[in-house]
């Protein structure tokens, strides 16, 4: 059963997620922005989705580079929760997952940590 939240509720969860992220990451983030959209258009179901070149992946050759885009697709988390207590927990996996994508973490060791 899909969750019925309003798309400011959930901007809020995903804000309230991004402030769990400790301090010192935070100011490691760089060029990165964090996009709330409802779907994937390729992948309806995905829950959200790093677009971007990883920091451990930038060299000299990085300047002027676009920001790097995380994406948190609210229909999909909505589509798998069944309370707003499930949302909340999916959300933060979900922002979780994607910042580390950010700092050069794969899918094969975020399994390995629980935030698959």
Not at 50 to 63: H, K, M, P, S, V
Not at 96 to 101: G, S
């Amino acid at each position: 059963m899909t969750v019925e939240m309003t798309r400011a509720r959930f901007d809020e969860l995903v804000e309230e997620a991004l402030d769990l992220v400790p301090p010192e990451f935070v100011q490691a983030m760089n060029n990165v922005v964090v996009l709330v959209e409802d779907r994937n258009p390729d992948e309806p179901s995905l829950l959200g989705l790093y677009q971007g070149i990883a920091l451990t992946e930038r060299n000299t050759d990085y300047g002027g580079a676009l920001p790097d885009h995380i994406f948190i697709y609210r229909e999909a988390i909505l589509d798998i929760c069944d309370s707003e207590d499930d949302v909340v927990e999916e959300v933060i996996i979900t922002v979780v997952h994607e910042i580390a994508h950010h700092f050069g973490v794969d899918d094969a060791r975020l399994h390995e940590l629980g935030w698959g």
